[in-house]
């Protein structure tokens, strides 16, 4: 009788999990208490962008990744949308520009000037208005340079071509609130997972419908495409009200390849997919852990790697993308982590241990880099192209030179006695006008200043041109 050994040697079963000091992570930040399902974060190798607690309408801060430490509390914030924000998104291949979506019914792309916020930002490069309900998810193509699409409570999700900044397709087969959508590799299909139970895979451009899993064991919440294996994963729960991971064929959704419980816990389940390493990571919203495992094309599918474990609950997490990890320590994934508790964004970094200084070929394979494969226009004509390939080896260091063109639009202005109240946001409350004003009384304290000391400046500058005209007669 034949001996099957169930230990798989894998080159990531010592993978590990390490948290950044604390001097390198993101402290005082007023992470939102909304209870949508979602991460509230978004990273690249730029800035780190955060929904955040606000009165009166919705915010989100954006951080250059460099700057950690303890952030002031009069940190400048994205302040345009009338209702809560409820999903953020970076542009993959123009690092300055970041989706958001909100409660108002609007997507609005904005345009974050190099180094940061130096001021309230309150008006976007485009404002988005299609929906007839509030929108929770948003998600740029992976391949095309200017298409975003955007699921709403409407049960609809809209392709909005941002070469023309107007919708370009309406996809209307979901009877429920859409829970999440993912993209293939080329962005030619798209799955999404929604509250009537139902897995679909979408052919994009055309809204059609090409596969339909009725999930009743498996109530499915998180879909994610993995890569280029043609297959899917889902998280939900069972029948038994346990966490359960399951593995389908997008060719075949009748039933799935296979189904694994992972615990009794309560908590959404967040799936993240390295496509390069084909690592799986499993996230539970108020978990403190995360547990990665190896998906491969034979069984048993999905090998548990290991944990890593931290007593602190996460609100959400930020993934960075490859070119923006540190390869010198062989860092294969990096996450933000949003403590809520302790206003703290905490990096997370999974490293495989490897004694060799040397570029470590073996786990840093050609990946999709920051330039787009196609134009909007070339993909809403039908053309479908890979990513555009790049290496880790030289860190990437060639600027983009693609620059980022937002359709013309009037620039709106509402002026109150000579001041622009859009430019100039209005305190919400009576400590932030105290702050204002405090602040404001600095001001003027330093100007004046200033224009003592340039009133002083001048007056010597004089006496010394007088002195001047003075010697030049005698000299002749």
């Given at each position: 009788?034949?001996?099957?050994?169930?230990?798989?040697?894998?080159?990531?079963?010592?993978?590990?999990?390490?948290?950044?000091?604390?001097?390198?992570?993101?402290?005082?930040?007023?992470?939102?208490?909304?209870?949508?399902?979602?991460?509230?974060?978004?990273?690249?190798?730029?800035?780190?962008?955060?929904?955040?607690?606000?009165?009166?309408?919705?915010?989100?801060?954006?951080?250059?990744?460099?700057?950690?430490?303890?952030?002031?509390?009069?940190?400048?914030?994205?302040?345009?949308?009338?209702?809560?924000?409820?999903?953020?998104?970076?542009?993959?291949?123009?690092?300055?520009?970041?989706?958001?979506?909100?409660?108002?019914?609007?997507?609005?792309?904005?345009?974050?000037?190099?180094?940061?916020?130096?001021?309230?930002?309150?008006?976007?490069?485009?404002?988005?208005?299609?929906?007839?309900?509030?929108?929770?998810?948003?998600?740029?193509?992976?391949?095309?340079?200017?298409?975003?699409?955007?699921?709403?409570?409407?049960?609809?999700?809209?392709?909005?071509?941002?070469?023309?900044?107007?919708?370009?397709?309406?996809?209307?087969?979901?009877?429920?609130?859409?829970?999440?959508?993912?993209?293939?590799?080329?962005?030619?299909?798209?799955?999404?997972?929604?509250?009537?139970?139902?897995?679909?895979?979408?052919?994009?451009?055309?809204?059609?419908?090409?596969?339909?899993?009725?999930?009743?064991?498996?109530?499915?919440?998180?879909?994610?495409?993995?890569?280029?294996?043609?297959?899917?994963?889902?998280?939900?729960?069972?029948?038994?009200?346990?966490?359960?991971?399951?593995?389908?064929?997008?060719?075949?959704?009748?039933?799935?390849?296979?189904?694994?419980?992972?615990?009794?816990?309560?908590?959404?389940?967040?799936?993240?997919?390295?496509?390069?390493?084909?690592?799986?990571?499993?996230?539970?919203?108020?978990?403190?852990?995360?547990?990665?495992?190896?998906?491969?094309?034979?069984?048993?599918?999905?090998?548990?790697?290991?944990?890593?474990?931290?007593?602190?609950?996460?609100?959400?997490?930020?993934?960075?993308?490859?070119?923006?990890?540190?390869?010198?320590?062989?860092?294969?994934?990096?996450?933000?982590?949003?403590?809520?508790?302790?206003?703290?964004?905490?990096?997370?970094?999974?490293?495989?241990?490897?004694?060799?200084?040397?570029?470590?070929?073996?786990?840093?394979?050609?990946?999709?880099?920051?330039?787009?494969?196609?134009?909007?226009?070339?993909?809403?004509?039908?053309?479908?192209?890979?990513?555009?390939?790049?290496?880790?080896?030289?860190?990437?260091?060639?600027?983009n030179q693609l620059v980022f063109k937002a359709p013309?639009?009037?620039?709106?202005?509402?002026?109150?006695?000579?001041?622009?109240?859009?430019?100039?946001?209005?305190?919400?409350?009576?400590?932030?006008?105290?702050?204002?004003?405090?602040?404001?009384?600095?001001?003027?304290?330093?100007?004046?200043?200033?224009?003592?000391?340039?009133?002083?400046?001048?007056?010597?500058?004089?006496?010394?041109?007088?002195?001047?005209?003075?010697v030049s007669p005698n000299n002749v």
């Amino acid at each position: 009788m034949s001996w099957r050994p169930t230990y798989r040697s894998s080159k990531f079963r010592n993978v590990y999990g390490k948290v950044a000091n604390r001097e390198h992570c993101f402290d005082g930040i007023p992470i939102t208490k909304n209870v949508h399902d979602n991460h509230f974060c978004a990273v690249n190798s730029k800035f780190v962008a955060v929904v955040t607690e606000s009165a009166g309408g919705g915010s989100f801060i954006v951080i250059p990744v460099s700057q950690t430490g303890r952030l002031d509390s009069h940190y400048p914030k994205v302040c345009g949308h009338q209702g809560n924000v409820l999903d953020i998104k970076w542009n993959p291949f123009f690092e300055n520009i970041v989706a958001s979506c909100s409660e108002d019914t609007s997507v609005r792309v904005w345009e974050i000037p190099e180094g940061g916020l130096r001021r309230n930002m309150t008006e976007a490069v485009l404002e988005l208005y299609g929906h007839s309900r509030r929108v929770g998810l948003i998600e740029w193509h992976p391949t095309s340079s200017g298409i975003l699409f955007s699921a709403g409570y409407d049960y609809k999700i809209l392709i909005w071509n941002l070469e023309i900044g107007e919708p370009v397709k309406m996809i209307d087969c979901h009877t429920d609130v859409i829970l999440s959508m993912s993209f293939n590799t080329d962005g030619s299909l798209l799955a999404t997972s929604c509250k009537d139970k139902k897995l679909r895979v979408i052919e994009p451009r055309s809204g059609r419908v090409l596969q339909q899993a009725n999930c009743k064991n498996h109530r499915v919440n998180r879909v994610v495409f993995l890569g280029n294996l043609k297959r899917l994963l889902t998280t939900g729960v069972s029948r038994w009200n346990t966490r359960q991971i399951a593995l389908w064929d997008q060719e075949d959704l009748s039933m799935p390849i296979v189904e694994e419980d992972i615990d009794g816990l309560s908590g959404l389940l967040f799936p993240f997919y390295d496509a390069d390493t084909h690592m799986l990571y499993l996230a539970g919203k108020g978990d403190g852990n995360i547990r990665y495992f190896e998906i491969t094309t034979e069984k048993p599918y999905i090998q548990y790697l290991m944990e890593f474990r931290s007593p602190a609950p996460q609100k959400g997490l930020g993934v960075m993308p490859k070119h923006g990890l540190d390869v010198a320590a062989c860092e294969v994934f990096r996450f933000y982590k949003l403590v809520t508790l302790k206003g703290l964004i905490e990096p997370i970094s999974m490293i495989v241990p490897r004694r060799s200084d040397t570029y470590q070929e073996d786990i840093y394979p050609m990946t999709a880099g920051t330039e787009p494969a196609l134009s909007a226009s070339e993909w809403l004509s039908g053309i479908d192209r890979d990513p555009v390939l790049m290496s880790l080896k030289d860190t990437y260091t060639r600027p983009n030179q693609l620059v980022f063109k937002a359709p013309v639009k009037e620039k709106k202005s509402v002026v109150v006695n000579g001041i622009d109240l859009l430019e100039n946001v209005p305190p919400r409350t009576e400590n932030e006008l105290l702050r204002m004003f405090f602040r404001q009384q600095e001001e003027l304290r330093r100007l004046k200043d200033e224009l003592t000391t340039k009133d002083v400046r001048i007056r010597q500058l004089e006496l010394e041109l007088n002195n001047l005209k003075n010697v030049s007669p005698n000299n002749v």
